[in-house]
């Protein structure tokens, strides 16, 4: 197993359209350990095609509560224990993902105990453990792993996340407005994994979901521009950025090319824009 990361789903938000992107998860690995960031609909899916199969999933990192971070949280676990999962699983969330998890079984429990009669399995509640982060350094991950509050409102434990092995470093943003202690949090990364969004693309994406006024409010507020992710990947010294959960992603006005142009305004480094699948070695 090499360094890498594999982009699962690079959507930003909780649709999805015919052939289009899904929304976020990613698979890290390093110093020989397999971590999933973040686990959007599909992760199940997307890590079997990245090659690893169900049974070595081990630790999982959410990064916020939204849908489009956690909504396959519980049916990837499942998923794994289906296919043959015997070690335990460790999930670190922020506070509210217990409760998470709690809802999850109980809606299971009838397949739950079903499998652990009929099957034979292990009670699926005993191979998970669920640690709830704040900021600052995690215990209990496989490598060293340092959590930082960023502004994503209205959500207010929502976390970037920075991944330390073997003298390599990876930063995750997670979802985030223009935050600029996210660069000295990223300084010297390897690779860095930055949300962004296409301004000029913002427009088009509220008029086709519904509630434009709200809904343009919160992207503007919550979110960061391409234009400003290069800054903060330039005043990092990173060695490599990549943007993932695009906003929009599925619009077919706007290409990489687009996406491109407005991160090389501020960005020259080498570059990555974020596509369900694609490898990234650091």
């Avoid at 434990?157 to 223009?178: H, I, M, P, Q």
Wanted: charged fraction near 25%; charge should be negative; aromatic fraction near 8%.
């Amino acid at each position: 197993m090499g360094d890498r990361v594999v982009l699962l789903g690079t959507k930003g938000g909780p649709a999805i359209r015919p052939n289009g992107p899904m929304p976020t998860s990613s698979l890290l690995e390093m110093d020989g350990k397999r971590i999933v960031v973040d686990c959007g609909l599909g992760v199940a899916r997307g890590l079997v095609n990245a090659g690893m199969s169900l049974k070595e999933l081990e630790t999982i990192f959410i990064t916020h509560l939204h849908s489009d971070h956690l909504l396959e949280l519980g049916p990837l676990i499942h998923t794994a224990w289906t296919t043959g999962l015997a070690q335990e699983v460790t999930v670190f969330g922020p506070e509210g993902t217990r409760a998470y998890f709690a809802g999850f079984l109980q809606s299971m429990s009838f397949d739950n105990a079903l499998r652990v009669a009929d099957e034979g399995r292990r009670p699926l509640e005993e191979l998970v453990q669920i640690v709830e982060y704040g900021e600052g350094e995690i215990a209990g991950s496989p490598v060293s792993t340092t959590a930082l509050r960023v502004d994503h409102p209205p959500v207010t434990d929502c976390f970037a996340l920075r991944f330390e092995a073997n003298g390599k470093r990876v930063t995750f943003s997670a979802d985030t407005a223009y935050f600029e202690p996210l660069s000295k949090f990223a300084e010297g990364s390897d690779l860095l994994i930055h949300e962004a969004m296409l301004a000029e693309g913002v427009d088009a994406l509220v008029a086709r979901t519904g509630s434009a006024d709200r809904l343009r409010a919160h992207l503007m507020a919550s979110h960061t521009v391409a234009e400003d992710v290069g800054k903060i990947a330039t005043a990092a010294k990173c060695k490599h950025l990549a943007l993932h959960h695009l906003v929009p992603a599925d619009d077919p006005d706007f290409s990489f090319k687009d996406w491109e142009k407005a991160v090389r305004t501020s960005w020259d480094g080498a570059l990555t824009i974020g596509f369900d699948g694609v490898e990234i070695r650091y």
